[in-house]
């Protein structure tokens, strides 16, 4: 299965970026190889609105199953549901230690969006 | 045809409003036949001078696309079309949010399914009455548009405050703060748009990016300089490098500011103030009568 974890850096040991439609990368990590690939959200970050949108669709379209991020708006969270990814959030620190929490089973998906608009 | 001027700024807080409140009112007092439209529409507050009566209220909607499941064949097509994520199709769903929906028309359109149908919804309201009335500062037609809380479409509650302009007279424009889009449509087609902005680095930096905007559209700029004593030169330079001429330049008035937040209407609350409004409609006159 793939993870997406959105980060303020290119590589696993960067920090968790809290938004998830402005987030600065997404790390795509392959539980099954091991290995990761960053995309670059830049072109996500300026629209004014459905960024949250725009994202799940580039986090669906990367095939992940599931999510680990800070924070989720409704219009993300209606899109990455209807895709049938999971969404975790309240994820901080490094993004290789929420990926190894994560295989752990440590971390539990939510039903319902956090945060109101433009995250 | 009405002689349109709208009154706009880069930033919030400049006094647009003021300045707006105060030419309508002092127009009014010269002549009969003033229009004041408050395109401000996030957030209109001409209504706390002007204390019209309101005699009517109209909806203002969009219309969103509604997807019937059982014909839609997930094609893919209105997805693909649609610039604003209004709609969206995600696996064989079609995902819709209607708070995005600028409502073209597009998607409906190129579902050749005939799946989508178009509802209204209901973004605001535009509030015509009066204000003033047996004063010697009225009677002026007031209009009004409001989004309604949490909306995004302020350009088609701008829109449809405009159409209630009359073919003659004088109307004045509150046009929203900012440089985008909403600015944009208040301002579009106005044959005069007067900048309101303070000669602080801010201000500067705010109203050179109106001016360019302004100006892609074509439109004759002046520059009203408000709180002109509180900065420094550089907002008059500025009009001068860019031939851009300054109709008048208020100096901060404490009075101005107790009456503002009274809720008065200022140009009766303090005469120098009304003094200085009065002293750019002769000029006005002459810029938008060419
Ligand atoms: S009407 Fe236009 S803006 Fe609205 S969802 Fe359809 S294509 Fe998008
Ligand atoms: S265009 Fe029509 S048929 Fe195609 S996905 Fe959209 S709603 Fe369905």
Redesign the interface.
């Known amino acids: 299965m793939k993870i997406a974890v959105t980060s303020s850096g290119a590589t696993e040991e960067s920090a968790i970026d809290e938004r998830f439609g402005r987030a600065k990368y997404f790390i795509i990590h392959d539980t099954e190889s091991g290995e990761s690939h960053t995309i670059d959200n830049e072109s996500n970050l300026n629209l004014q609105q459905g960024a949250g949108i725009q994202a799940a669709e580039i986090v669906l379209s990367e095939g992940a199953g599931v999510v680990l991020t800070g924070h989720c708006g409704p219009k993300a969270f209606k899109t990455l549901k209807a895709a049938g990814i999971e969404i975790i959030i309240g994820c901080s620190g490094t993004v290789k230690t929420m990926i190894d929490s994560y295989k752990q089973g440590d971390l539990k998906p939510v039903d319902a969006p956090d945060v109101d608009m433009h995250w | 045809m009405t002689l349109q001027i709208a009154v706009a700024s880069g930033k919030g807080g400049t006094g647009k409003t003021t300045i707006g409140v105060g030419l309508a009112s002092e127009m009014a007092a010269i002549k009969p036949g003033v229009t004041y439209i408050d395109c401000d529409v996030e957030e209109p507050n001409g209504h706390l001078f002007l204390k019209p009566s309101i005699t009517e209220k109209r909806a203002v909607s969009v219309p969103v696309p509604i997807v019937d499941i059982d014909l839609c064949n997930a094609c893919g097509a209105c997805g693909s079309f649609c610039n604003?994520?209004?709609i969206?199709n995600?696996?064989d769903?079609v995902?819709t949010?209607p708070e995005?929906c600028h409502g073209c028309g597009g998607c409906s359109k190129v579902c050749e399914a005939q799946a989508i149908r178009e509802v209204p919804r209901v973004v605001g309201y535009v509030e015509t009455g009066t204000a003033l009335p047996g004063n010697e500062h009225g009677p002026i037609s007031f209009v009004q548009g409001r989004l309604e809380v949490?909306e995004?479409q302020a350009t088609h509650v701008i829109r449809a405050a405009r159409k209630e302009m009359p073919d003659r007279g004088v109307t004045i424009i509150d046009a929203p703060p900012g440089a985008a889009c909403a600015m944009v449509a208040a301002t579009k087609g106005a044959d005069l748009v007067l900048l309101v902005t303070e000669p602080t680095p801010f201000g500067l930096n705010d109203l050179e990016i109106a001016v360019n905007t302004i100006r892609e559209l074509g439109l004759p700029a002046a520059v009203v300089v408000n709180r002109s004593d509180i900065g420094d030169e550089r907002v008059t330079r500025y009009c001068e490098e860019e031939g851009l001429e300054i109709l008048a330049e208020i100096p901060h008035d404490r009075a101005v500011a107790m009456a503002y937040s009274r809720g008065e209407l200022i140009t009766t609350a303090v005469p120098e103030f009304a003094e200085r409004i009065r002293g750019m409609i002769p000029r006005i006159y002459e810029l938008v009568q060419g």
Do not use: C, H, M
Request: glycine share 0%; hydrophobic share 75%.
């Open positions: 604003f994520k209004a969206v995600i696996l769903k995902l949010f995005l949490k995004l």
